[in-house]
Structure formats: structure tokens, C-alpha cells
T-cell receptor, first 117, second 114 residues
Framework: AQSVTQLDSHVSVSEGTPVLLRCNYSSSYSPSLFWYVQHPNKGLQLLLKYTSAATLVKGINGFEAEFKKSETSFHLTKPSAHMSDAAEYFCVVSDPKSNFGNEKLTFGTGTRLTIIP | DAGITQSPRYKITETGRQVTLMCHQTWSHSYMFWYRQDLGHGLRLIYYSAAADITDKGEVPDGYVVSRSKTENFPLTLESATRSQTSVYFC?????????????FGNGTRLTVT
């Protein structure tokens, strides 16, 4: 069974400082991992995805994440926060079985990122 | 513009009424999904479809019906709405299955059942 844990429900950082949003996962297989962002009253938008290629994944808007199998982690980072980064962020895991008729992604419960001016 | 469109954006209905939420995508993606988002539960899959005329249940299908006669449309019907179905509903699509392809989400329908 797969699972995902977002370790912080709420993170606040000052504008211009680094962002770290933490995600741990559990999967019996070699999973795919995604980060999505949700702005108020909007749907989720893909930030980046890991699908067993390079372990350091670059996404949109300056975000990146590193897949660490030994730590079962997929933390999201950004060197310098911008006001427009304020949103809800979701870590998502998908295992290879979902390619065979079991289209179940597992979503984390989300991390709300607040940017302090 | 290409994309995925949900309608209506907001809907208030009464307990026991039938309501249909619409979803239309212009990418010709094979897969389409319906999720509900609730505080404390995150996103939960209601139904999904791998192609036209192929649908399957997700985690929380009870009380919902779907159909997919055309690739681009995937309506979700609440046959007899209950207060527990008050939620934000998201439609999504993907080119392939969820292991390899990311989801593209609509902006959601906020449904209130009184």
C-alpha cells in the first residue's frame, strides 16, 4: 500500500528566504512522485514530477525537489520565496500498479505556505 | 482556449434532488477523473474513466453516477443529494494512466447541499 505524509500543515517564510516543504512517502514499488500547487478557488496545478529519472527534479516557478530513496522523502524547495508562492501544496504518490486499472493516486493532506512581506 | 472546464462553478441544491456536474476537456486525453476535496480528507477519487464508455469506481463512489459517451465529456451525477456530499468537486484529465502522466485539473465546482 502506498501512503504519503506531509510533515507540516502550515509553513510561514519571509519573502526572499528559502522555502522547504517536507514530504515522506511509502510505496512497495518504484513510485512516481508529484508536487501540485493550489491557489485559492483554483484547481491543482503540476509543479514537478519524479518518474525514476534524475533524482533532482526541477519544476516551474523556481521550485525543485529531490528524491531520496534511502530516506523515502521528496521534499520541495525554492531558494527565494515570492509573494505569489502563497498557496496550498500537495505531495502525491503513484505506484506502477496504477497503470493497470487501479488509477489511485495518494494525495498528502497539504501544506499551506504563507509568505510574510 | 484549450483546457478543462467545469460547470457550474457554484451550486446550491436541496437534499434529495438530483444534480449533475459537468466536465469538458479539449486535449483529447484518454483518462478523466472526478475528485472531491474536503477539509481533513484531502482529495479523494470518486470515479475515473480510461476511455469513452469505460468507467470505474474510485475510493468514494457511493451516491454518484458517471458516464462517458464522448472522450471530451465526463459528467458526474448525484442521484439524490445528501448533506455529506457538500464539497468541492474537481474534474481532471491525463494523457495516460496516473503513474506516468500528471493530472490537469479544472477550477472546481463548489456544491452545497442544504
Amino acid at each position: 500500500a502506498q501512503s504519503v505524509t506531509q510533515l507540516d500543515s502550515h509553513v510561514s517564510v519571509s519573502e526572499g528566504t528559502p522555502v522547504l516543504l517536507r514530504c515522506n512517502y511509502s510505496s512497495s514499488y518504484s513510485p512516481s512522485l508529484f508536487w501540485y500547487v493550489q491557489h485559492p478557488n483554483k484547481g491543482l496545478q503540476l509543479l514537478l514530477k519524479y518518474t525514476s529519472a534524475a533524482t533532482l527534479v526541477k519544476g516551474i516557478n523556481g521550485f525543485e525537489a529531490e528524491f531520496k530513496k534511502s530516506e523515502t522523502s521528496f521534499h520541495l524547495t525554492k531558494p527565494s520565496a515570492h509573494m505569489s508562492d502563497a498557496a496550498e501544496y500537495f505531495c502525491v504518490v503513484s505506484d506502477p500498479k496504477s497503470n493497470f486499472g487501479n488509477e489511485k493516486l495518494t494525495f498528502g493532506t497539504g501544506t499551506r505556505l504563507t509568505i510574510i512581506p | 482556449d484549450a483546457g478543462i472546464t467545469q460547470s457550474p462553478r457554484y451550486k446550491i441544491t436541496e437534499t434529495g434532488r438530483q444534480v449533475t456536474l459537468m466536465c469538458h476537456q479539449t486535449w483529447s486525453h484518454s483518462y478523466m477523473f472526478w475528485y472531491r476535496q474536503d477539509l481533513g480528507h484531502g482529495l479523494r477519487l470518486i470515479y475515473y474513466s480510461a476511455a469513452a464508455d469505460i468507467t470505474d469506481k474510485g475510493e468514494v463512489p457511493d451516491g454518484y453516477v458517471v458516464s462517458r459517451s464522448k472522450t471530451e465529456n465526463f459528467p458526474l451525477t448525484l442521484e439524490s443529494a445528501t448533506r455529506s456530499q457538500t464539497s468541492v468537486y474537481f474534474c481532471a484529465s491525463s494523457r495516460q494512466g496516473t503513474y506516468n502522466s500528471p493530472l490537469h485539473f479544472g477550477n472546481g465546482t463548489r456544491l452545497t447541499v442544504t
